[in-house]
């Protein structure tokens, strides 16, 4: 079998490191430079020919500069010789452009996927798209990893009677139910409309949260703005306490200071697909670089990375009550 090699840029070198002492593999050398006109130059410090290689590089700020350090550095590898090369993105940022919602505007979650195959990836690991749909602006092969496994293990073996998983919006719904399924517990969802990037407004939920406490899950928190205000609606509807989980904890702009002291709040619970604050004791950082070391292993040995989460799939947990937002399975 030819020979595994794993680079990564700047984004979060912790996690390349943590992925490669899953996998028992060195982390390779590469440096990124830039230039007095600011331009980036990579340039990998590893033989590439005929192996297979692995870039680790979550799209987080500065989001344009690490998105350019991963598409130069795959066309480092591709340009090296490589068997195959697999981008291998934690967090893909412009997974929230997914759709033309307004007049003349780009939808640069399938632009970023054309750039990405464009400079030599053949293949793309990721996990917790904010929008299912952008798997599909994929020409190359795409493994969508979820983190609800690891998030449902921080709460088991708790005395969860009482408690209600909540999502912010009803189109992560679907995903709150699986949640909901795996800890056995009832489901609600907030409806939620964005008026701009750091407003939005929640006029409703959806479900029965009275008297109870939350888990709030949500795929993604950056501003906190969001949370907030679910909050407030959950404490007009009875619900006056919430412990907080997501995937994707880039925890922007007021972000910390919105949720760290917020009086609703019992404890934020986070994977370390984005590197965490470094001033935030009380948060919970679940890794997630297990999961993405067996991935990689599954992929360089051609076996099924689905069977990672035959015990993640809304098939095999017991049933739950329907909301008007929980489709029925199909067999």
């Known amino acids: 079998m030819r020979e595994l090699v794993v680079f990564t840029g700047s984004a979060h070198p912790d996690l390349a490191r943590r992925i490669c002492a899953g996998l028992g593999v060195p982390l390779a050398p590469a440096d990124v430079i830039r230039f007095s006109n600011d331009c980036l130059q990579v340039q990998l410090h590893a033989n590439c020919r005929q192996r297979d290689v692995y870039v680790v590089q979550p799209l987080v700020p500065p989001t344009q500069d690490h998105l350019m350090e991963l598409l130069l550095m795959l066309d480092a590898a591709r340009g090296a010789s490589a ?48 929008a299912p749909q952008v798997h599909g602006f994929f020409s190359v092969p795409v493994d969508h990893l979820t983190a609800i496994g690891e998030l449902a293990d921080h709460f088991r073996g708790r005395d969860l009677s009482g408690t209600v998983v909540v999502s912010p919006d009803l189109g992560n719904a679907k995903t709150a139910t699986q949640f909901a399924r795996l800890l056995g517990l009832p489901v609600a969802a907030g409806s939620k409309q964005r008026l701009t990037d750091d407003r939005v407004v929640v006029d409703t939920i959806v479900g029965d949260v009275s008297g109870l406490k939350a888990i709030v899950l949500d795929d993604e928190i950056a501003t906190g703005s969001s949370i907030v205000e679910l909050l407030d609606r959950l404490g007009a509807e009875g619900c006056h306490e919430a412990a907080i989980a997501c995937t994707h904890g880039l925890f922007t ?68 009550p329907r909301l008007p937002f929980d489709e029925p399975v199909q067999p």
């Open 253 to 320: 702009g007021k972000a910390q200071a919105r949720l760290s002291g917020h009086p609703q709040i019992t404890e934020v619970v986070t994977t370390d697909t984005v590197p965490a604050p470094t001033h935030w004791p009380d948060l919970q950082v679940r890794s997630v670089s297990g999961l993405f070391a067996e991935a990689i292993g599954r992929i360089h040995e051609g076996t099924s990375i689905s069977s990672l989460f035959d015990g993640v799939d809304p098939m095999l947990g017991p049933p739950q």
């Open 83 to 130: 068997a195959q090369v697999t981008a291998v993105i934690p967090h893909y940022a412009y997974a929230r452009s997914d759709k033309k919602d307004s007049s003349r505007i780009s939808i640069g979650g399938r632009l970023v996927a054309d750039m990405l195959v464009a400079a030599g990836a053949d293949r793309v690991l990721t996990m917790t798209l904010h």
